[in-house]
T-cell receptor, first 115, second 113 residues
Framework: AQSVTQLGSHVSVSEGALVLLRCNYS??????LFWYVQYPNQGLQLLLK??????LVKGINGFEAEFKKSETSFHLTKPSAHMSDAAEYFC?????????????FGTGTLLAVQP | DAGITQSPRHKVTETGTPVTLRCHQT?????MYWYRQDPGHGLRLIHY???????DKGEVSDGYSVSRSKTEDFLLTLESATSSQTSVYFC????????????FGPGTRLTVT
């Protein structure tokens, strides 16, 4: 069965510093992987997705993620944090097959950006 | 963004009362989902639908039922609300084609007293 693990439920960075949010996956089939962002009191918004076309995926707001099969990882990065990046981030893997079309979510990482 | 609305956005109810949450989409997406979000648990799937009148259980379906009588609406019912069902509920949709990403509604905050 597919699953994802997000290391670090809380991450704090200074404005302008590198953002690195970790996600490791487990999948018995080639995975489709996603990162979502949730701003306070809002729903989840798709940041980026890996669909096997390219291992380095660029998303919105300057975020990118690299798929590393050997490490079963899909870490999210941004070179320079901005105050507006403060939010909760969720990694997800697709549990496709048959009619399910489900996503399995990690438990989330809350990113704080310090001025 | 997919046009997804949820109603109500906030609700306070008493233990033992029935509650129905509504999700409405304008994108003609085939798949619809109900999740609950609780601190430390991320999002957990309650029920999902893969077509009109086609639904199935997710990982935390006990105490919940769903119905989908038309493509655009997916209802979540708590037959007899309990305090453990206090949560934020999100509806999501997916087209069923392409790479399976889901689009989320704004959420409903439910408090059971």
């Amino acid at each position: 069965a597919q699953s994802v693990t997000q290391l670090g439920s809380h991450v704090s960075v200074s404005e302008g510093a590198l953002v690195l949010l970790r996600c490791n996956y487990s999948s018995s089939v080639p995975p489709y992987l996603f990162w979502y962002v949730q701003y306070p009191n809002q729903g989840l918004q798709l940041l980026l997705k890996y669909t096997s076309a390219a291992t380095l995926v660029k998303g919105i707001n300057g975020f990118e993620a690299e798929f590393k099969k050997s490490e079963t990882s899909f870490h999210l990065t941004k070179p320079s944090a901005h105050m507006s990046d403060a939010a909760e981030y969720f990694c997800a893997v697709s549990d496709y097959g048959g009619a399910t079309n489900k996503l399995i979510f990690g438990t989330g990482t809350l990113l704080a950006v310090q001025p | 963004d997919a046009g997804i609305t949820q109603s109500p956005r906030h609700k306070v109810t008493e233990t033992g009362t029935p509650v129905t949450l509504r999700c409405h989409q304008t994108e003609n997406h085939r798949y619809m989902y109900w999740y609950r979000q609780d601190p430390g648990h991320g999002l957990r799937l309650i029920h999902y639908s893969y077509g009109v009148k086609d639904t199935d259980k997710g990982e935390v379906s006990d105490g919940y039922s769903v119905s989908r009588s038309k493509t655009e609406d997916f209802l979540l019912t708590l037959e007899s609300a309990t305090s453990s069902q206090t949560s934020v509920y999100f509806c999501a949709t997916a087209s069923g084609t392409g790479h399976l990403e889901q689009y989320f509604g704004p959420g409903t905050r439910l408090t059971v007293t």
